[in-house]
Structures are given as C-alpha cells and as structure tokens.
T-cell receptor, first 110, second 114 residues
Framework: GDSVTQMEGPVTLSEEAFLTINCTYT??????LFWYVQYPGEGLQLLLK?????DKGSNKGFEATYRKETTSFHLEKGSVQVSDSAVYFC?????????FGKGTRLHILP | DTGVSQDPRHKITKRGQNVTFRCDPI?????LYWYRQTLGQGPEFLTY????????KSRLLSDRFSAERPKGSFSTLEIQRTEQGDSAMYLC????????????FGEGSWLTVV
C-alpha cells in the first residue's frame, strides 16, 4: 500500500543553520504531497503542499519540491529559528485520506 | 475564522470506563475524519464521514469504538470499556469534498487511561 518514509530524528541544529528533512513516498499514481508541523501539545498544522510533479510548495521560509523521478518531497529551509522547533510530518493524500510518515523531531539551539 | 474544534482537550479515565469525544468541523466542510496518534508516531487513520455517512473504517477501529455524525455537522467518537492501550491523542479533521483537498486538523483530545 501507499506509504511515506521520512528521516528519523531528532534533528538538532543551531539557529540560522540550513535544514533538510528527507521524505520519500511509495504510491500508485501521483498523490498530493504535504508537510504538516506539530508544535508541543498542539494538533497538526498544514505547512505546505504540492499537488503535481515539479510543483514547489512554500510557506514561512520552508520549501519542498514534488520530485516524481525520485518519489521525494524533501523539506528545506535556509535559516532556521528557535521557533521552528517542532515535529514535522510528511504525508500524502490517497483516496481522500492523509497517510502520514512517523515524523521528524527538530530541535533548534539558540 | 473558526477552525476544527475538539472537546474535551484532555481526559483521564479509569480502565473500563466509557469516554466520548466531540468534534466540530469547519463549517461547510462535508468530510470529517478521526485519527489516532500515539507518542512518537504519526497519526493513524481511524474513520471518516461524508456528511452523515460513515464511508470507511480502519481495522484499528475495534468494536469498542464507535463514531457518529448524525446531522452531518459535528461528530462524536465513543470508546467503550477503555483499555490502557487506548491512551493516545485523538485528532479530528475536516475538508471540503474533492480529490487533493487540504485536510485541516483540530488540536486533538488527549486520552489517558489509568
């Protein structure tokens, strides 16, 4: 079945460092792809999405590009802040349901 | 702008008791979802509704779990005879009808079974 695999955490970076969180997917066809973020004690918030190959989703300085060739949707940010500390989930939409990866915890040190 | 709201946010219950969670979706969203999330894991799909019709249930949804959306607006998720393994965060989400539409999540209801 469809699935999402993302890099295990935790990922610890210093403020202003460059961030990459890898995500690959297995699916038939071309699902929509998402990144959700979960801050401590809260529910999930949509961070960005891409609905077709080569689309780039972006929000709050984060970007991810839908790569059909490599079945990937890696999350990047050029300069992280302490406030970006959270758990990040890569996900795909299949049959109108969201299938999530296990999440990657990100710690940003001041 | 009112998002998805869930109640209660936290619930501690004794093993064997019944609990019920309520979800109010974003108005005019036809679809409503329930997910379960345990510590260190991603959310897992439980069930979803199109208006008042329950269209799909996961194998995770045992006989002790029941979800309803009687008027196609709010939904309830009831867990009967709770077990310690039911301790998790129960997330509700909603979306408009249509392939690829974004699903919006509530803040979740934490359940602790002691």
């Amino acid at each position: 079945g469809d699935s999402v695999t993302q890099m295990e955490g935790p990922v610890t970076l210093s403020e202003e460092a460059f961030l990459t969180i890898n995500c690959t997917y297995t699916a038939t066809g071309y699902p929509s792809l998402f990144w959700y973020v979960q801050y401590p004690g809260e529910g999930l918030q949509l961070l960005l999405k891409a609905t077709k190959a080569d689309d780039k989703g972006s929000n709050k300085g984060f970007e991810a590009t839908y790569r059909k060739e490599t079945t990937s949707f890696h999350l990047e940010k050029g300069s992280v802040q302490v406030s970006d500390s959270a758990v990040y989930f890569c996900a795909l939409n299949r049959d109108d349901k969201i299938i999530f990866g296990k999440g990657t915890r990100l710690h940003i040190l001041p | 702008d009112t998002g998805v709201s869930q109640d209660p946010r936290h619930k501690i219950t004794k093993r064997g008791q019944n609990v019920t969670f309520r979800c109010d979706p974003i108005s005019e969203h036809n679809r409503l979802y329930w997910y379960r999330q345990t510590l260190g894991q991603g959310p897992e799909f439980l069930t979803y509704f199109q208006n008042e019709a329950q269209l799909e249930k996961s194998r995770l949804l045992s006989d002790r779990f029941s979800a309803e959306r009687p008027k196609g607006s709010f939904s309830t998720l009831e867990i009967q005879r709770t077990e310690q393994g039911d301790s998790a965060m129960y997330l509700c989400a909603s979306s408009p009808t249509g392939a690829g539409n974004t699903i919006y999540f509530g803040e979740g209801s934490w359940l602790t079974v002691v």
